[in-house]
């Protein structure tokens, strides 16, 4: 081994038997570039052997080390001497704005111990070094890309695994024969006009539900928020920190009072005057973390965060986890007990649709619209009680969907969009209608299966022929259980 010290940096050179020559350099930082050149070129020596031989282990090596002398007859004189533009690292302050723009940076994929820059604590980032370093990750980060793996296929000539559409073998040259195609495939007639107009009505429909709306809001005011940051930064670019602001900014229009201990409405409900500040309930900070953790999805990048690449969902990381753990504990210490929607029991239930009945047949102290306002408010609250669905999935239905028994007796609703009950038994469902019978509710619960004629008609068909004998009798019986399943003696209720 060769080493070498300059007044600008160092050099090594390491000659193995059979093996061409592996060099590696370096830059001295200000302070070893005034010592003296004998303390430099132990320096030189100590870079070389961390740098080329750390792995190297009950071995003798032969060094040679020389002073200003023996100019140019070391091997290390030429890399203790090099410059190179590659050498060349952003100043401070520019790394700064760059890391502030699209960071934070976890990584150098190219640098050298000399000019690898350092992250916003200060810490050197790891570094891949294009020559042998101790302190780098690798030597030269493309090479270790991994290659995509592709099928391969042998070379007619010499048997040469290629990849499987190559047109010349890259041992031997062989050209590789292509075959032509003969029945190529037909043409369709393709209107990207009426496709796109689909897409575009598709997504319409889909922006269009409350929760997108929401979403779309909340993502305006985030774009509003970085923009508005000393350095402008857009949802590209987000940072967990930068999520964790934005919450912290969102609570200046929370209204829940959080009462500090010598405070008198400490530990109350009461609603007074006081200097306490307000934040937003813990409910409503997890509702928007949900919410911006489903909006970073959209935008593609990803669910998870990855922490060792400074990339991927900002709002999954674990800060703004703890930023809502620190929430709910502030707001229990304060005594702050969750809100939760006032029920709406069966006795109010009755009692408010007395109250909209009554007013309705008070044919002389109220005016035909209050009258029909009021009608419409009693058949929708009788509707939501008896069919058990969310008030805000009865109001999507058509008049179309409703249909009139055929004696008079009643409506049907074929209502199939929206939320309905799931996971409930059915007593659950038997206590929220008013049902006292259980059987009631089982008989009620089998509608689904009988709806289904093509099982139920046949096999009353085969029992029906089994029995009498007669092909005739089972047809024209399962030709009128068909006709009841197909709501053909139905008709609109409001047509």
């Known amino acids: 081994m060769h080493s070498d010290a300059s007044f600008s940096g160092w050099g090594g050179c390491l000659n193995l038997p059979g093996q061409p020559p592996v060099e590696s350099r370096g830059l001295w930082d200000e302070a070893t570039r005034c010592l003296p050149i004998a303390v430099k070129e132990a320096q030189a020596l100590f870079n070389a052997l961390e740098s080329l031989l750390s792995n190297t282990h009950n071995a003798r090596i032969d060094t040679f080390v020389d002073n200003k002398a023996l100019l140019h007859i070391n091997p290390a004189d030429a890399p203790s001497r090099c410059r190179s533009d590659l050498d060349c690292s952003l100043s401070p302050a520019a790394w700064h704005q760059v890391d502030t723009a699209f960071g934070p940076k976890t990584i150098d994929l190219m640098a050298l111990p000399f000019n690898a820059q350092a992250d916003r604590a200060g810490r050197p980032l790891r570094f891949f070094a294009p020559l042998p370093c101790a302190q780098a990750l690798g030597i030269n980060f493309l090479p270790e890309v991994p290659r995509l793996w592709k099928p391969a296929v042998q070379c007619p000539e010499c048997c040469y695994p290629n990849d499987a559409s190559f047109r010349f073998c890259q041992n031997c040259g062989f050209k590789r024969v292509s075959q032509d195609i003969l029945d190529p495939p037909q043409r369709v007639p393709v209107s990207l006009p009426s496709i796109d107009s689909r897409l575009a009505a598709l997504q319409s429909i889909r922006n269009g539900k409350p929760y997108q709306k929401q979403k779309t809001k909340l993502q305006e005011e985030l774009d509003r928020f970085l923009y508005s940051l000393p350095t402008s930064k857009s949802v590209d670019t987000t940072s967990p920190q930068d999520i964790t602001r934005f919450l912290v900014w969102k609570d200046r229009k929370g209204k829940t009072k959080i009462h500090l201990p010598a405070c ?232």
């Open 264 to 495: 008198r409405l400490f530990g109350t409900k009461q609603v007074g005057r006081c200097t306490c500040p307000t934040t937003l309930s813990a409910g409503t900070v997890d509702n928007l973390i949900g919410k911006l953790r489903s909006l970073f999805v959209d935008l593609g990048r990803g669910r998870e965060w990855n922490e060792l690449l400074g990339i991927g969902n900002p709002a999954s990381h674990p800060s703004i986890k703890q930023y809502l753990t620190s929430i709910r504990e502030e707001q229990a210490q304060a005594r702050v007990t969750p809100k939760q929607a006032t029920p709406l029991f069966f006795g109010k239930l009755q009692r408010l649709c007395l109250y909209l009945r009554d007013r309705a047949l008070a044919a002389g102290q109220t005016s035909p619209t209050q009258r029909y306002l009021l009608a419409r408010d009693l058949a929708f609250f009788c509707l939501d009680f008896f069919a058990g669905d969310r008030a805000s999935d009865l109001g999507r239905i058509f008049t179309k969907e409703i249909m009139a028994l055929p004696d008079g007796d009643g409506f049907l609703f074929h209502h199939t969009f929206g939320k309905t009950l799931r996971g409930v038994s059915p007593e659950d469902v038997a206590r929220h209608v008013g049902w006292k019978s259980l059987q009631t509710a089982e008989y009620y619960m089998q509608t689904g299966k009988v709806m289904k004629m093509s099982h139920a008609a046949s096999a009353l068909a085969d029992s029906t022929l089994s029995l009498e004998g007669d092909p005739s009798a089972a047809t024209s019986v399962a030709n009128l259980f068909r006709i009841k399943n197909e709501l053909r003696g139905f008709s609109l209720a409001f047509p």
